[in-house]
T-cell receptor, first 115, second 111 residues
Framework: DVKVTQSSRYLVKRTGEKVFLECVQDMDHENMFWYRQDPGLGLRLIYFSYDVKMKEKGDIPEGYSVSREKKERFSLILESASTNQTSMYLC??????????????FGPGTRLTVT | RKEVEQDPGPFNVPEGATVAFNCTYSNSASQSFFWYRQDCRKEPKLLMSVYSSGNEDGRFTAQLNRASQYISLLIRDSKLSDSATYLCVVNMAGGYQKVTFGTGTKLQVIP
């Protein structure tokens, strides 16, 4: 059974703090993704990674950075948290199939509140 | 125009009813299509892929209409447990497995 875990379910941080969100998958997936989900806006891709130390910007990378030092771990970093980064953050992983995108497996999410 | 558009609902249907959702996409070069299900306060999970010829999985039928650029999901004999938000997911041509999610259609099955 594929398992994607995230370090925290709920997190409250102050404006200006540096925030680390951790994601770990146990299925040896090449791809890993960070999304944020907001009411009325759906899931939006922040960053993704297709290999160790490789990363690509998604649709809304501003204010975020990522790190992938090991295949199973993908970290999202908010360098200086702001109130507009209050959101549900979802990590996902997938294989790289021969053709087309493959099923993405999601972690349970981290609800981040920035005050 | 949004890349992927869905009617947010909610669709309130009685148990046993048949309900259908559509999802339109803007990029005619889109290659792969999926329906995900997201329960309240839970993560999304793959419900089914959508194939060109249409496909069925039990009470669920997915169809693709490339000419009109939409996909559909039909649920027959609705169960209370079908209550969830259904997300349309589209892979735009190119890129490393990057997909675009619709904002979802909420279904509430009522007894």
């Amino acid at each position: 059974d594929v398992k994607v875990t995230q370090s925290s379910r709920y997190l409250v941080k102050r404006t200006g703090e540096k925030v680390f969100l951790e994601c770990v998958q146990d299925m040896d997936h090449e791809n890993m993704f960070w999304y944020r989900q907001d009411p009325g806006l759906g899931l939006r891709l922040i960053y993704f990674s297709y290999d160790v130390k490789m990363k690509e910007k998604g649709d809304i990378p501003e204010g975020y950075s990522v790190s992938r030092e090991k295949k199973e771990r993908f970290s999202l970093i908010l360098e200086s948290a702001s109130t507009n980064q209050t959101s549900m953050y979802l990590c996902a992983s997938s294989f790289i199939p021969r053709q087309g995108p493959y099923e993405q497996y999601f972690g349970p999410g981290t609800r981040l509140t920035v005050t | 125009r949004k890349e992927v558009e869905q009617d947010p609902g909610p669709f309130n249907v009685p148990e046993g009813a048949t309900v259908a959702f559509n999802c339109t996409y803007s990029n005619s070069a889109s290659q792969s299509f999926f329906w995900y299900r997201q329960d309240c306060r839970k993560e999304p999970k793959l419900l089914m892929s959508v194939y060109s010829s249409g496909n069925e999985d039990g009470r669920f039928t997915a169809q693709l209409n490339r000419a009109s650029q939409y996909i559909s999901l039909l649920i027959r004999d609705s169960k209370l447990s079908d209550s969830a938000t259904y997300l349309c997911v589209v892979n735009m041509a190119g890129g490393y497995q990057k997909v675009t999610f619709g904002t979802g259609t909420k279904l509430q099955v009522i007894p």
